[in-house]
């Protein structure tokens, strides 16, 4: 007796490509195609879906023609349409009957979102150990050969670079057919490696997450890769000042979600992706609570305010290229002297926000005479002692280590900020904690039309 099903359209290659009428449910093991079809006859019998639904004595007979039609054809996970594989990659792997976003291979998803000819790898040759000699039904370093041997990488991440739509980007694509997608400790370190390359280069971070969590099989090594890529990102994010985009696939799970998925600037998601740190049955089974059926998945957590955009993979790649394109326009860069450090990064930043508020007092018409002075701050001096001692301070320095600098430095205090060899002595004055630079709190920001001012100390 045949299952009476929910039919689906779908496609079958033919002469013709007319679409067929595909039953959602199995009779003997196979799929139930029902409705016209047209098929090339000059195509296998096992390529044919009607064939492949044939009595169980005819399958027996062409079993070895069946495992020739293996890879060809694939189910949706979430409808169970019947989907023709050529097709589905031409459609980006999205379902033609719920538009459902079915796994991509890693490899697949650089060619979707670099541009051709471009694409250069980062680290291909790191790969795995087995630190704590770790075996359960199999030993780790066998996973590790079966897992290299099934997709072809050394581990479950690709990093390089490449143009999105001519733009240098740093890409980072997860596998998940890679030991489920877990992050291992080559993971973090391509990754980590990655950033920072990126850092150096002054160009935006893309990491596409796709992972069952840290890998149990790696212990605190696995756990350990969290805190090191998220280090990585503060320098490249908060130090810096560049950009990184988080875009969140099904599923995303874990310690992946716990560190550097949630850190982007930019956190994109796909359609009905499951995203989340614990599974469903756990958190569940913790509360003691019926959770919504939509719990976990993209549209609720955009709805619940921890993303910042569901977009199809078919607008992706365009997607991408306007952010980055708009955050281009941000100010001044400092290329190929990142300091890899949270002191070195917080100089680092302060540099170049007093390069712009100074600029922008100058095109402001201010004038050398403004008063930088907090109101009841005796310790507060004014911009002309400021210079003065500014100036002292710097050519001291720069007389005493053996430079010749001393006299010609800058009576502005505008200009010794803008010039390249008196800045640095100023920041390792800094460094030294001979002077320090002070923000104004919110009440004198908003007082002054929220113009940020520094103020120097003079220790």
Not at 403 to 415: H, K, N, T, V, W
Request: hydrophobic fraction near 40%; charge should be neutral; include cysteine.
């Amino acid at each position: 007796m045949v299952p009476q099903a929910k039919p689906v359209v779908g496609r079958v290659p033919g002469r013709s490509g007319a679409p067929c009428v595909v039953a959602a449910g199995e009779a003997n093991g196979s799929p139930i195609v029902t409705g016209p079809i047209s098929v090339n006859p000059s195509m296998s019998p096992a390529l044919d879906p009607v064939a492949a639904a044939a009595s169980p004595a005819e399958a027996g007979k062409s079993a070895k023609a069946v495992d020739r039609s293996k890879g060809l054809w694939t189910r949706c996970d979430k409808c169970g349409t019947i989907l023709y594989i050529k097709h589905l990659k031409e459609h980006h792997h999205i379902c033609f009957g719920c538009n459902y976003h079915l796994k991509m291979s890693s490899m697949e998803r650089i060619n979707h979102l670099i541009d051709a000819g471009t694409w250069r790898p980062l680290d291909e040759t790191l790969s795995p150990v087995d630190p704590l000699e770790f075996s359960d039904l199999k030993l780790y370093t066998d996973r590790i050969k079966e897992a290299q041997e099934k997709t072809g990488l050394q581990d479950g991440v690709r990093t390089g670079t490449g143009l999105l739509h001519g733009i240098p980007v740093a890409l980072g694509v997860m596998d998940f057919t890679y030991m489920g997608g877990s992050m291992g400790s080559v993971v973090g370190e391509k990754l980590t490696r990655l950033i920072e390359y990126a850092t150096q280069e002054g160009m935006p971070v893309i990491i596409v997450c796709t992972s069952g969590g840290a890998r149990m099989q790696e212990g605190i090594f696995s756990l350990m890769q969290m805190a090191k890529i998220s280090a990585a990102l503060h320098v490249h994010q908060n130090c810096a000042n560049l950009l990184y985009i988080a875009i969140l696939t099904s599923p995303t799970t874990g310690g992946v979600t716990a560190s550097f998925g949630m850190l982007g600037d930019v956190i994109i998601a796909e359609p009905q992706a499951i995203i989340g740190f614990a599974g469903r049955r756990v958190i569940e089974q913790t509360l003691q609570e019926q959770l919504p059926d939509d719990f976990q998945t993209a549209e609720y957590l955009l709805e619940h305010g921890l993303l910042d955009l569901v977009v199809p993979r078919s607008f992706l790649k365009g997607a991408l290229y306007e952010i980055i394109d708009f955050y281009r326009a941000a100010p001044y860069k400092k290329r190929g002297m990142i300091p890899f450090g949270v002191q070195h990064g917080t100089f680092l930043t302060t540099e170049e926000k007093v390069r712009r508020r100074w600029a922008q007092w100058s095109r402001g018409g201010n004038g050398n005479s403004k008063d930088l002075a907090v109101a009841g701050d005796s310790s507060a001096v004014s911009y002309r002692e400021l210079v003065s001692s500014y100036r002292t301070l710097v050519a001291g320095d720069a007389a005493s280590s053996g430079s010749s600098r001393g006299a010609a430095a800058p009576l502005d205090l505008q200009e010794l900020l803008a010039d390249p060899e008196a800045l640095p002595s100023a920041m390792e004055l800094a460094k030294q904690s001979k002077i320090e630079w002070m923000a104004r709190t919110e009440e004198l920001l908003a007082a002054q039309q929220d113009k940020m001012q520094y103020v120097f100390r003079m220790k």
